[in-house]
């Protein structure tokens, strides 16, 4: 199993209709699980909608499958003058019953320390937008601030998905963001880096006493191949540069 993420500035009225127009397992081969989005930008605050920006998540059986739909499909052409990556799954917390994570033995025993990629998948309990919304404002800019991340998006097709992708120029430096240390720690068991200032465990902590979403998942992904430019670099690269620097 492999995923790829899609982005183009296609202008707002492709992009809403990508929204209609999205791929589906039934009739793309090799096709396990597609989502087409709008998209906002990650900062403090309300996520910065970008209407005129499209994206599509999608999950495939191998490399081929994605090939083969990237040679024929529409969808591809329409977001073929922007940016993909494709992403080796690590690890999963949480899950995604429309995209079960199937993870390679030695993809999760790899302890490379490279650039890693980030995606949050979450259908929003309505009665819980309102906090979901606040609470991610502070996680997002925090995250938005740290100079270990390289690129980030916030994806959402209303009412009920929401989503985030990022790309971080190392799974340590992603980790200290998210847990306070370069690793999840155990449960009990404190480290010294840890900070009640950590909005990201704030953000953990509330949904875990009343969760935002009747279900989430937290992947990380090991970026592998990429094509396009987002923003006027690539960010696969820009991530690798990033961790040669001290």
Do not use: C
């Amino acid at each position: 199993m492999i995923v790829s993420v899609h982005l183009a500035d296609i202008g707002a009225r492709a992009a809403l209709a990508a929204l209609r127009d999205r791929p589906h397992p039934g009739n793309t081969p090799g096709l396990r699980y597609a989502e087409t989005t709008i998209t906002g930008g990650i900062a403090a605050g309300l996520p910065k909608v970008r209407l005129g920006r499209a994206a599509l998540i999608a999950a495939w059986e191998d490399d081929a499958a994605l090939d083969r739909f990237l040679a024929e499909d529409p969808t591809a052409r329409r977001l073929a003058r922007g940016w993909h990556v494709r992403l080796q799954p690590l690890r999963v917390s949480g899950s995604w019953s429309p995209m079960p994570v199937d993870i390679a033995p030695a993809a999760a025993l790899d302890d490379e320390d490279g650039p890693v990629a980030v995606l949050t998948l979450g259908r929003l309990r309505l009665r819980r937008a309102v906090p979901f919304l606040r609470a991610n404002s502070r996680a997002s800019g925090q995250a938005a601030a740290d100079p270990s991340m390289v690129a980030s998006i916030a994806l959402a097709r209303p009412p009920r998905f929401v989503a985030t992708f990022s790309i971080w120029r190392s799974e340590s430096a992603m980790s200290r963001y998210a847990y306070g240390t370069a690793q999840p720690r155990q449960r009990g068991v404190a480290t010294r880096h840890e900070s009640a200032g950590n909005q990201h465990k704030q953000v953990i902590k509330q949904h875990q006493a009343d969760p935002f979403h009747h279900e989430a998942a937290f992947v990380r992904f090991r970026p592998y191949a990429s094509q396009g430019t987002l923003d006027g670099r690539e960010p696969v690269a820009a991530a690798m540069a990033a961790a040669t620097q001290p």
